[in-house]
């Protein structure tokens, strides 16, 4: 059973600046396919990044693009999403999953795994 932890969320204003970090344990994580989503009150989960099993593809929700980084370290078992010129719509808990089957996936059902979530704060 994977395990996924995440950390790094808290408050920022907008325009500023939040990393976050996503540990993973209990499986062999350079086999699985990283993801980042994110969840706002009131809102359904919703994709914003994903990376490759070795780091070399990405792809973002047009709505961060330009602005979130998303990279790994498969010898650390850790994803992060580098977050910049954040903006109060960024606002939310944020959750990292694993896929299994090592696809780039913007699809939810397609991860099998989910950490309990961190949450993002930004104010204007």
């Known amino acids: 059973q994977v395990r996924l932890v995440e950390s790094g969320g808290g408050m920022a204003q907008a325009g500023g600046s939040l990393r976050l970090s996503c540990a993973a344990s209990?499986?062999?994580?350079?086999?699985?396919?990283m993801g980042w989503w994110r969840q706002a009150p009131g809102k359904e989960r919703s994709f914003v990044a994903a990376?490759?099993?070795?780091?070399?593809?990405?792809v973002f929700a047009d709505s961060v693009k330009g602005r979130f980084t998303i990279s790994r370290d498969n010898a650390e078992n850790t994803v992060f999403l580098q977050m910049n010129s954040l903006k109060p719509e960024d606002t939310a808990i944020y959750y990292c999953?694993?896929?299994?089957?090592?696809?780039?996936?913007?699809?939810?059902?397609?991860?099998?795994?989910w950490g309990q979530g961190t949450q993002v704060t930004v104010s204007s």
């Open positions: 999953a694993a896929a299994r089957n090592g696809i780039i996936s913007r699809i939810l059902s397609l991860y099998d795994y």
């Open positions: 990376i490759s099993k070795s780091g070399s593809s990405t």
């Open positions: 209990g499986g062999t994580f350079s086999t699985y396919t």
